[in-house]
T-cell receptor, first 111, second 114 residues
Framework: KNEVEQSPQNLTAQEGEFITINCSYS?????LHWLQQHPGGGIVSLFM???GKKKHGRLIATINIQEKHSSLHITASHPRDSAVYIC?????????????FGKGTLLTVNP | EPEVTQTPSHQVTQMGQEVILRCVPISNHLYFYWYRQILGQKVEFLVS????????KSEIFDDQFSVERPDGSNFTLKIRSTKLEDSAMYFCASSGITSSYEQYFGPGTRLTVT
């Protein structure tokens, strides 16, 4: 069983729609990352959070440590939001902060 | 804004050849990582590096792989004898106290082994 599960795997939306991507994890963590990856491209960190909620522009990330669950929301989605969104968890501390990744959610926003 | 850089962006090599992938982490970061992503699969951890030594390595990181921080700015990943299955995108990342250990990723090197 994967330590990090994302849903849905694929998501198609119309421009302007509210988007939610979910991430569940099965291990204790020290932090959770939401990352964005464009096709064939690099990885950009959107959020790192260990509790509560963070907001950046149209993006909102929440985490419930007790439930081992996080959500990424995109308000007023736009075609440029089309990308793969990846949840990754950080378990370690000390000298190792390696990340364990989910498989990603492919988001397509149509105009 | 400081960023992680990687060179080359694309490397094509023949099976059995040695390759070195280079990364320049963000300058005041102390923790360094290599990850890889085989086409169509999820990103996987390879190795973490701190204080001039490996902190942790995955099962993928066998004797064919090595890492080095040769001059205090570069961070390299060497694959001694490449195999077809080493074809992947390799990402370098760095983190530090100044970023609350949030990892910043480089743009990746696409390695193609023929």
């Amino acid at each position: 069983k994967n330590e990090v599960e994302q849903s849905p795997q694929n998501l198609t939306a119309q421009e302007g729609e509210f988007i939610t991507i979910n991430c569940s994890y099965s291990v204790g963590i020290s932090a959770l990352h939401w990352l964005q990856q464009h096709p064939g491209g690099g990885i950009v960190s959107l959020f790192m959070l260990s509790s509560g909620k963070k907001k950046h522009g149209r993006l909102i990330a929440t985490i419930n440590i007790q439930e081992k669950h996080s959500s990424l929301h995109i308000t007023a989605s736009h075609p440029r939001d089309s990308a793969v969104y990846i949840c990754a968890v950080r378990r370690g501390g000390g000298s190792n902060y390696k990340l364990t990744f989910g498989k990603g959610t492919l988001l397509t926003v149509n105009p | 804004e400081p960023e992680v850089t990687q060179t080359p962006s694309h490397q094509v090599t023949q099976m059995g050849q040695e390759v070195i992938l280079r990364c320049v982490p963000i300058s005041n970061h102390l923790y360094f990582y290599w990850y890889r992503q085989i086409l169509g699969q999820k990103v996987e951890f390879l190795v973490s590096f701190y204080n001039n030594e490996i902190s942790e390595k995955s099962e993928i990181f066998d004797d064919q792989f090595s890492v080095e921080r040769p001059d205090g700015s570069n961070f390299t990943l060497k694959i001694r004898s490449t195999k077809l299955e080493d074809s992947a995108m390799y990402f370098c990342a760095s983190s530090g106290i100044t970023s609350s250990y949030e990892q910043y990723f480089g743009p990746g090197t696409r390695l193609t082994v023929t």
